[in-house]
């Protein structure tokens, strides 16, 4: 190949040059777009009830400001499920909740994970719930009748890069794990 590049004619070496530059640039960037696909924060429940998670990150481009979002519904024994596909996040806060269910007569039980020695404090909601959080402001309710402040828990967070992390519910009803690709 290269005993063919240095017989050709020189006139043609730089169309030849330039193919091969936007051959390693293209190279380049799908390399760059797949590294980035791959980074996702999946949450998984090994609980033996049904758990709902919600997650809070900061809002781009403002100070203090940040979003809580919620319900993801994850089954239980082992269901799994990706937040959000689109979000790209180096570091998030997060609470989940069961809703009340009996363990024994006359006995119930709602667990919660994310609440105990909290770092920050989002409004989470009854239903479906997307709000914006100014923490530079006074919380003030959201408009919506079932909403409440809770605390959240920080994540671990990625330095260099986006976070590519799976957070587990652990089958005890207590602990949470969180696991890393092998960048982090």
């Not at 033996?48 to 979002?69: C, H, K, L």
């Not at 989470?124 to 809770?150: C, H, K, Y």
Request: proline letters at 3%; a negative charge; charged letters at 20%.
């Amino acid at each position: 190949m290269w005993r063919d590049f240095i017989q050709m004619d020189p006139s043609r070496w730089g169309a030849v040059m330039s193919t091969f530059v936007r051959s390693v640039l293209l190279s380049f960037l799908v390399a760059t777009c797949a590294e980035r696909a791959e980074a996702a924060i999946k949450i998984c429940n090994q609980f033996s009830q049904t758990v709902y998670f919600a997650m809070a990150y900061a809002q781009p481009g403002f100070d203090n400001s940040y979003i809580s979002r919620g319900w993801l519904v994850l089954s239980p024994n082992g269901g799994c499920d990706q937040f959000d596909s689109a979000l790209h996040l180096s570091v998030f806060w997060y609470y989940a909740e069961t809703n009340q269910y009996t363990v024994r007569k006359h006995v119930k039980n709602i667990n919660m994970w994310g609440n105990v020695r909290p770092d920050k404090q989002f409004w989470i909601a009854t239903n479906s719930f997307n709000f914006i959080n100014n923490l530079n402001e006074r919380q003030s309710s959201p408009g919506d009748p079932g909403a409440r402040l809770v605390g959240f828990t920080r994540s671990v967070e990625s330095k260099d890069s986006e976070l590519d992390e799976t957070l587990t519910i652990e089958a005890d009803g207590i602990n949470v794990s969180q696991s890393f690709s092998s960048g982090q």
